[in-house]
């Protein structure tokens, strides 16, 4: 059983909805998405009782390391452009990477325990629209390396975003 099927019941697929919903409406992000050739760009949308809205934007080449939300279930959405996503399973000699590309319109959901990177490895930017519920208070970040999954650093709100 997937962290996915853990989840309460309709929670990762309400974060899913909101994420949908608040994606096709950009006229109420309150923010114009930018392109920063440093860094990702991102900007907190809101915050309600029990999920938040992120906007993030991404150059060609641009990622996160690989990390999880802390236990925060959530819902990104390609809003345009393409991104790719790695996540973490099982192989015959430890962890590997899987990676399935994602389009503008395409949302992918996930449980509170998913451990994942994302990278705009097309031409093109891409904006993204992600949900968290509840919101995030901390992520850590991991790397892998002899197919096991080694901590590098946990980020908290507040300090490092």
């Known amino acids: 059983m997937s962290a996915l099927d853990l ?5 990762v697929s309400r974060l899913r909805d909101i994420a949908r919903r608040v994606a096709a409406e950009p006229s109420s992000w309150g ?16 915050a309600a009782a029990d999920h938040e809205a992120w906007l993030l934007t991404w150059l060609p080449g641009q990622g996160t390391d690989l990390h999880d939300h802390g236990g925060s279930a959530g ?9 790719t996503e790695e996540t973490v399973h099982a192989g015959t000699d430890g962890a590997v990477l899987r990676s399935t590309p994602y389009t503008a319109g395409d949302a992918r959901p996930f ?3 998913h451990v994942h990177r994302i990278v705009n490895t097309s031409a093109e930017p891409a904006i993204s629209l992600h949900v968290y519920g509840p ?27």
């Open 135 to 161: 919101a995030l208070t901390q992520m850590t970040r991991y790397r892998l390396a002899d197919g096991a999954l080694r901590v590098l650093e946990i980020d908290r709100a507040g300090v490092a975003w």
């Open 31 to 46: 923010v114009t998405p930018r392109f920063d050739a440093a860094a990702r760009w991102y900007a907190r949308l809101f």
């Open 7 to 11: 989840e309460a019941p309709g929670r």
């Open 111 to 113: 449980g509170s325990q």
């Open 75 to 83: 819902t990104f959405v390609v809003v345009s452009g393409a991104l």
